[in-house]
């Protein structure tokens, strides 16, 4: 007769094959791998869809920022950035942000290329209410990436009224770089220019539904080249502000320039040198 396995062996065993079962499944051999399990606003949103055209978006590199509670629905900060690896020679071409509950969903379409060296925005956006807010990130050969955030909104930011003593829009463009840059290596700009953002939902002193007027395209180039590019959309803050990178290879000059619905624009030029 065999004698009885020790029962610290049987422990040990089971111990183990848990512990194949999870690195197995981690790493995707069972055909499923983690982030594509992940379940996510984007998947019940339509303009989220549209974006993804079909592919399962990775949950992992793709950071965004936003405070968990706001307290003004109209300026409520945000940064999003990635920070995953890519292969070779591949990069992050664009980010779209969402917000669910807005009127219309679409905040903003950022576009980078290689000039910009780090794919990270910051802006200023409108929330409706408490909502998931989402980020989409399309690499240069078509991997996605998503994630989101759901940020409580105390006062709602869509119908809250700019204030009687607004500037004239596309006035006073302002714009931050550095006083050189090392080859190749990213750093911070600022923009910031005075425009009411108008979302077309609120009323104004006569009870009449203020019409629509924002800013729809601000663009940066360097010595002709287009280095970034921003689709803006209702949900993004009055006075509009952006925080990006750049990383010229040389000196030169760097246009920046703001379109609106109304075929306004305003353009701010810098030098910029390159050590």
């Known amino acids: 007769m065999r004698s009885p396995r020790p029962a610290r062996h049987d422990a040990l065993r089971r111990r183990l094959l848990r512990s194949l079962v999870a690195t197995l499944t981690g790493i995707g051999l069972f055909g499923l791998t983690l982030p594509a399990l992940a379940d996510g606003p984007w998947q019940r949103l339509e303009a989220t869809q549209a974006v993804l055209g079909g592919a399962t978006p990775s949950t992992r590199g793709l950071v965004l920022d936003l405070p968990h509670v706001s307290e003004d629905g109209s300026a409520v900060a945000l940064t999003v950035g990635f920070d995953g690896e890519l292969e070779e020679n591949d990069y992050i071409e664009r980010i779209d942000l969402f917000a669910v509950d807005n009127p219309s969903p679409e905040i ?36 996605r990436f998503a994630t989101a955030r759901e940020v409580r909104i105390t006062v ?3 119908l809250m009224r700019n204030g009687n003593d607004q500037p004239e829009p596309l006035s006073s ?5 550095p006083s050189s840059f090392s080859v190749g290596e990213p750093e911070e700009i600022r923009t910031l220019i005075n425009h009411p953002m108008e979302t077309g939902l ?13 800013i729809e395209r601000f663009t940066v180039s360097v010595n002709g080249e287009t280095a970034f590019e921003a689709e803006l959309h209702q949900s993004v803050s009055a006075n509009p502000y952006l925080r990006f990178h750049l990383a010229p290879e040389n000196s030169g000059e760097a246009l920046f320039e703001w379109f609106d619905d109304s075929g306004e624009s305003a353009r701010h030029e810098v030098e910029l040198s390159v050590g």
Request: hydrophobic share 30%; net charge negative; charged share 25%.
């Open 202 to 214: 609120r009323e104004g002193p006569d009870g009449e539904t203020l019409p629509r007027h924002i």
């Open 156 to 158: 709602s930011g869509c």
């Open 108 to 143: 903003a379409t950022f576009h980078f290329t290689p000039m910009n060296g780090k794919p990270e925005v910051s802006t200023r956006v409108r929330l409706n209410e408490t909502q998931d807010v989402i980020a989409i990130a399309t690499s240069h050969q078509g991997e």
């Open 173 to 177: 463009p302002r714009v931050s770089v």
